[in-house]
């Protein structure tokens, strides 16, 4: 199996993914959404690995989602990290989805959401 154009770490542990934090979010709507788009293989588009991760350590900016797209060079593969906080909403969800599948730069739509992890 070829390795994946992008993955996809969503965060639930402590608080990304919890009603406790966020009672109004459906969380579980929300990881089912970014799960779909697991597709190691590239039948639909991209190949995309998604995993879901106890903790990003990126609390205060829940709930997280990294999305790493490898890039090539010689010798290797390299990942560029994109880190998203507060994907809250159906909307951003959606968004996150639709970049993913799509590829290419950080759409306007997402802009206020992107931050500088601590391990990127």
Known sequence: MALPERDVLLCRDCCCGTTGKHPDVDHRAQRDEIEALDDPAGRRGPRVRVRVVDCL?????????????????PGGRRPKDTWLGGVLSPAST???????????????????????GKRG
């Open 57 to 73: 350590d990126e609390c205060d900016r829940s709930n997280v989602v990294l999305v790493r797209d490898f890039t090539w060079f």
């Open 94 to 116: 959606d968004a996150v989805v639709d970049w993913v599948r799509e590829g290419g730069p950080v759409p306007a739509v997402l802009q206020r959401h992107v931050f500088r």
